[in-house]
């Protein structure tokens, strides 16, 4: 697709069909990402791929619980309405962690979460290129991050940076409203 | 473009000729950055462009004070040879700020960093739509992060998350080997 028909094509999917995704596109979903620039390419970024339903089912049912805790701490209503059971409908899970010792010369420019930044770049580029395959994915982070982390099994020293289900979306997408670039912009 | 030549053209540009960039552009660039997702669609970047040749000529000599400073800091002998007088040449900067408070349901879940997470998914489109159009770009970081806010005037309360020199490249861009996906996945 066209880069600019990609862009809009990103929206955050939450309904998915029983349809699996090949091994080989979620590689390329993460060679996409990995295409997105790093303090002194150190490459920060690794995966856990989680295809196993009963792993799933886990992930989807700690997000459950984790949104009724929010729904009392934060007393929104909408909360206790969102219900996250949809990341238990992706046939694949796509965690993307981050190694807080990768972040080139960050430590001397008070730049410490560069890995974060550089994370967070490659999952922007793994949401784009899901899009362009006409897939659906959402950046879920709805769960308690040392949890998820250890439910993952996210090495020790790393930090988990996002966590995309990905699959067949079951419904068209839907771009939400943006603000105007004038209001945002400062010109000197 | 499509998409995934989009991806191979993004590169980090460090030579710029003189040409000029045109208003519009720099306006369809932050548009770009501005379609990526955030928590709550709350949208927490803010953009500062620099065309002010004598701004920009300001900002080039503190990354040369920086640069001088992380040579003896860092005890790595190829940071003194690094030169960011490229970022001088540059036509426009756009700097990217992020607002801490515009964090969705974060600070319930400990993502308290999620503003710079989602300024981050922004940079990243800014970097490719900037690739789209055949001109170059980096995400550069070679600045006291304190300094340069106050240089460009970025609101009390919000965070410079990156500067990125946009222009037309002096030389055709090479993007560094990346990690084979294999050695960067776990599978469960």
Known sequence: ????????????????????????VVTAIIEAGCAAPSPFNQQPWSFIVVTDPQRIAAVAAHSAAVRDQLAKDSGQGWVAKYDPAFVGQAPVLIAVAANPKKIGLGAFLGDTDAHVKAASACIQN???AVADRGLGSLWFTM????????????????????????????APGKQPPRKPVADLTTYL
Chains 1, 2 share one sequence.
């Open 143 to 170: 769960y308690d991050r040392a949890e998820m982390a250890a439910m993952l099994g996210v090495a020790e020293g790393l930090e988990l940076v996002g966590l995309l289900p990905v699959g067949v979306p079951a």
């Open 1 to 24: 697709m066209e880069f600019s028909a990609v862009l809009q094509a990103r929206t955050s999917c939450r309904a998915y069909t029983a349809d699996p995704v090949a091994p080989e």
């Open 126 to 128: 793994m949401l784009l």
